[in-house]
Antibody, heavy 121, light 107 residues
Framework: QVQLQQWGAGLLKPSETLSLNCAVY????????WSWIRQPPGKGLEWIGE???????NYNPSLKSRVTISVDTSKKQFSLKMSSVTAADTAVYYC???????????????WGQGTLVTVSS | DIQMTQSPSSLSASVGDRVTITCRAS??????LNWYQQKPGKAPKLLIY???NLQSGVPSRFSGSGSGTDFTLTITSLQPEDFATYFC?????????FGRGTKVEIK
């Protein structure tokens, strides 16, 4: 059974850098894209970006200038860094596995437990 | 960006009711549409992928249909554990986007 376990700092000041990590247990790490998604309190879901085990990345254009996603295949982990955070970045951040087939498209089939990141002075 | 519009934003229903939630894409997305269920304080859970394919372990009372721009999630005979928020998500575009959600509440 695939499990994603995430961790990182939950309280940041404006202008600081958000840093989160996600470890994958069970299943294959290779052959998938690994994503970050966020959800502001009481609101909907926003895809932040993804990384392939090979290191290839795709980012949401609205966040691309501030976001870096990296991978450590040997540890089956991937990470999110977001610079210059503001109160608008306050959200629950999720890591997730993105499965893909040409016929079925992409879908998030396994999720981490979520980390609430609060940005406040 | 492909905008995903869900309706209604919330609904009240009783146990045993048939519930239908719709999701409309701002442009055609073929059948690249997924549905998720989210309960308070929990991560979303995949219910349906590629418009109508039931994820393993999901009860058969959940079903999805549609193609192009209009999609539907149906719950036949609503159960107590189904009270939650439901999101649609398109994967036609490399910029993955979600609907704003439909909250299903107890009547």
């Amino acid at each position: 059974q695939v499990q994603l376990q995430q961790w990182g700092a939950g309280l940041l000041k404006p202008s600081e850098t958000l840093s989160l990590n996600c470890a994958v247990y069970g299943g294959s790490f290779r052959g998938y894209y690994w994503s970050w998604i966020r959800q502001p309190p009481g609101k909907g879901l926003e895809w932040i970006g993804e990384i392939h085990h090979s290191g290839s990345t795709n980012y949401n254009p609205s966040l691309k200038s501030r976001v870096t996603i990296s991978v450590d295949t040997s540890k089956k982990q991937f990470s999110l860094k977001m610079s210059s955070v503001t109160a608008a970045d306050t959200a629950v951040y999720y890591c997730a596995r993105l499965s893909y087939t040409e016929q079925m498209g992409n879908y998030f089939d396994y999720w981490g437990q979520g980390t609430l990141v609060t940005v406040s002075s | 960006d492909i905008q995903m519009t869900q309706s209604p934003s919330s609904l009240s229903a009783s146990v045993g009711d048939r519930v239908t939630i719709t999701c409309r894409a701002s442009q055609t997305i073929a059948r690249y549409l997924n549905w998720y269920q989210q309960k308070p304080g929990k991560a979303p859970k995949l219910l349906i992928y590629a418009a109508s394919n039931l994820q393993s372990g999901v009860p058969s009372r959940f079903s999805g249909s549609g193609s192009g721009t209009d999609f539907t999630l149906t719950i036949t005979s609503l159960q107590p554990e189904d009270f939650a928020t439901y999101f649609c998500q398109q994967s036609y575009s490399s910029l993955l986007t979600f609907g704003r959600g439909t909250k299903v509440e107890i009547k």
